[in-house]
């Protein structure tokens, strides 16, 4: 149906056969039909395929309403809000009402009046999927009048008795009538605004300083939580629990290719009059350090490792290998090993270190970025293989490097030291910025396996025998 064709009063939507459907229902029919066809039910959304998913489509299938539990960075709100997809492309609902409402069947007062003093002549209006999403982070500050209503003083003022329905200003979950509504860290909700909540989801009691009101609101009820937050912020009252048909846990991503995905989908990119070539070993080095700290007994593990902390920290080798671009006038982009340095300020922002001494948050983070390095390293090349290289340096060659140094400077490198051009086709490093950083990997590579020495002057790397 095009915008032109769609019913204009009550009328003319009771005759084009117009039949409701609850939220849930809705969900649940549009749900089925992308199953079908085939298509993809949650995009952006990696790695979730084979644990997650299936458990919010079954919950959906049942009507349930659902409360996702994981740590931080574990893209609980992305899938939250991407249930939106699953609603209709547009709503009718009465126009000039203070909740959506659906013409056929309005409950509030304000809805059934006019209905009755219009008749078919009731306009509509049509709410797209996105106008029936609704989002409220929680904190402690949250009143009942946010979520559920208050008496309106303007509306008393202007004449209304205090017995009166009409003088009620309704707060979030009830403006989302015929909608998904989610409460972000739902721990942090104060106990008795929980209560109230209860009875929106179970009894469609809404109470209002004395107003007893029964509004079987039509709203998909959603949820947030860090497990943490049970204990150190709050907890969820077990009755509003027991409500939520299905607890969904999350965790991070399970391989390290979903992890590199996000990185690819979320991080931002570099300016396009610049050619950008990322090594496929610098993106599993970056994807690697967020695995190591997320088994790391110096990282608060309770508090989660972020993927957020992987994309800032390609975010931040990208950008100092934008800076050396521009500082030696060349159009390539392409980030080394001499890169990751510049993660640490981003990922000691992003994790909750273990007590320890001051200081020694950077030697850790250090420690990370080697501990991939080498990962990565060992993954792609055998030491066996790369012995010409070390002879090399074993006979006297030595070779410098740096954050700086400008990628045709590496040129000579490779012809120079017996082995290295060979090693390069591993990591198919063709132009001179892969060649770069390509060399940097290599001797880093053998170094942390203690196969060759380096020194470190200023911003130079030394690497000898």
Known sequence: MTTADRPRTVGE?????????????????????????????????????????????????????????????????????????????????????????????????????????????????????DDRYGEKLATPDITIADLIGEVDPIKVAEGRYLSDELTIHYGLVPRTNHGIFCINELPDLAERIQVGLLNIMEERDVQIRGYRIRLPLDVFVVASANPEDYTNRGRIITPLKDRYGAQVRTHYPQKIEHEMDIVEAEHTPVPADFA????????????????????????????????????????????????????????????????????????????????????????????????????????????GDLEPVVSRFKAGVSAEVGEMTASSDYKSLGGDIEGLAEALQTVEASSPGEVAAGIEFILEGLHLNKRLNKDRVGAKIHYRG
Request: charged fraction near 25%; charge should be negative; hydrophobic fraction near 40%.
């Open 13 to 129: 939507l009771k005759a084009s056969g117009y039949e409701p459907l609850s939220v849930r229902d809705e969900m649940r029919k549009n749900l089925i039909a992308r199953i079908r066809s085939g298509d993809e039910l949650f995009p952006g959304v990696y790695g979730y395929d084979e644990t997650v998913i299936p458990h919010i489509v079954n919950a959906i299938l049942a009507g349930q309403d659902i409360i996702f539990l994981g740590e931080r960075g574990q893209a609980k709100s992305r899938i939250i809000r991407s249930l939106t997809a699953l609603l209709n492309e547009s709503l009718p609902v009465l126009a000039n009402c203070e909740i959506p409402e659906d013409p056929l069947d309005p409950i509030t007062m304000q809805g059934r009046q006019i209905v009755e003093d219009q008749g078919d002549a009731a306009e509509l209006i049509w709410l797209d999927r």
């Open 276 to 383: 950008v070539a990322v090594p496929p070993y610098m993106k599993e080095i970056i994807a690697e350090i967020t695995r190591l700290a997320r088994r790391s007994p110096d990282v608060n593990q309770r508090s989660g490792v972020s993927v957020r902390a992987s994309i800032a920290n390609y975010e931040s080798m990208l950008a100092n290998a934008l800076r050396r671009s521009i500082i030696n006038e060349e159009d390539e982009v392409v980030p080394r090993v001499s890169d990751l340095p510049f993660v640490v300020p981003t990922l000691s922002g992003k994790v909750e270190f273990e007590t320890i001494e001051d200081g020694r948050e950077e030697q850790i983070i250090d420690k990370l970025i080697q501990g991939a390095v080498v990962a990565v390293f060992n993954r792609l090349y055998n030491l």
